[in-house]
């Protein structure tokens, strides 16, 4: 099919200065000239034939297509991603509400049932006394008319006029004692419940505490959560951003491990150093800790040399005493540690060990996101950065980072942090 030119379409192809055909471009003016034009006001411009110049401006213009493409297929995922995202917050929100609002149900009730069998406790025991003071009652009173009978038949005695009468009634009640088979009691103050009374009150001031405390955990970690979390680092650059400054902690090290540059480095030696007795050292495995708990975005680099090296984090609860298993890092699920020899790279975690591939390279970095629960060990070559292994869980402490060395040093590196 032809396509018909308006007059004013085949006007603007025409050089309105030479009346000829605009056949060439300028790169230098960026616009569209005739032959007779490069050689009076565009003499010495660089320029091409128009078609020329539209196949490489086609290539642009496609190239930019592409781009706007990928934009747009990037958007579209990121919608979805969003949209799963308001689903996923909403079913997370009410699964907790439901949770919370179950949690408190039954911890009201307990303190409905606490209620109840402290009522039931102060009641028996109301019921007992009372009914050991009112059988004591019934014993008083029934003296007390014995005693009124005595009292009145002694009085007529007492008044007798008839000698032998007197002595004669006498010996019949000489014989009627005054004291009482009713043992005598003393009673505390009116509020004889009083003491119940304070402990609960105390009870009440503790459980209102304890409830403080505990609302300002929930609603830190309710405030804590971040939907909208900023994007990964991708370049060794944008790690460095989040450079942790690291020292290990010599109270931690084993004895085999032999702590210099300012405490940044950990070599094994043969020879057991002297170190004072800590309760936080790690007795058997060759392990050593840092002194800083780590939360929110940190990076660190290892630089580490020998037979084998573990690059590890761990919560500060870890076990130091004794050989079990359990002290060593990875070998439990509060540490996580990735294995360096020269040959390959191991992940391990809750005593579960898988092989790393990966380039070898003498440094390692590590980026923490506690927030996000993410943990990224990379082999770091100049400034080229391959993940090796990426952990996905939830962190619930800081993290302590720490190292394994057998026959061979691990050292904490300073970097320079760039500007940001």
Known sequence: MT???????????????????????????????????????????DTVSAAAERTEKQRQVGMSHQEVQQRVLEREKEVREIQEAVESLKCSAKLAVVHSEKTFTEMIGSIWRRCTEVKELIRAHEKLHVSRLEEHLKQSKKEIVELKRTESELQKLYRTEDHIHFLQSYQSLSGCSVSSDVPSIAFHPLQYFGDVSRTVSELTKKFEHFIKVQWALISATVKDIDVLL?????????????????????????TQ???????????????????PHQA???SYWLQVLCREGLTG????????????VGVAVSYADIRRRGSSYDCTFGCNDISWRLECSNSKYWFKHNNQQTEVPGPQSSRVGVYLDHKAGTLSFYSVSSDIMTLLHRVQTMFTQPLYPGFYVWYGSAELCQLEVPYS
């Open 257 to 275: 491990l032999s702590l210099s540059d300012e405490n940044r480095k950990a070599m094994f030696t043969f020879q057991s150093h002297c170190y």
């Open 297 to 308: 975005r940190c990076y660190w680099e290892v630089e580490w040399s020998g037979s084998y």
């Open 3 to 45: 396509i018909q030119m308006t007059p004013l379409e085949a006007y603007q192809k025409i050089c309105s200065r030479h009346d000829r055909l605009l056949d060439v471009f300028c790169r230098t003016d960026q616009q569209c000239i005739c032959y007779l034009c490069t050689m009076d006001d565009h003499k010495g411009h």
């Open 280 to 282: 936080d050292r790690f």
């Open 230 to 254: 900023p994007p990964d680092p991708k370049t060794r650059q944008q790690f460095l951003q989040y450079f942790s400054q690291l020292t290990l902690d010599p109270n931690t090290a084993h």
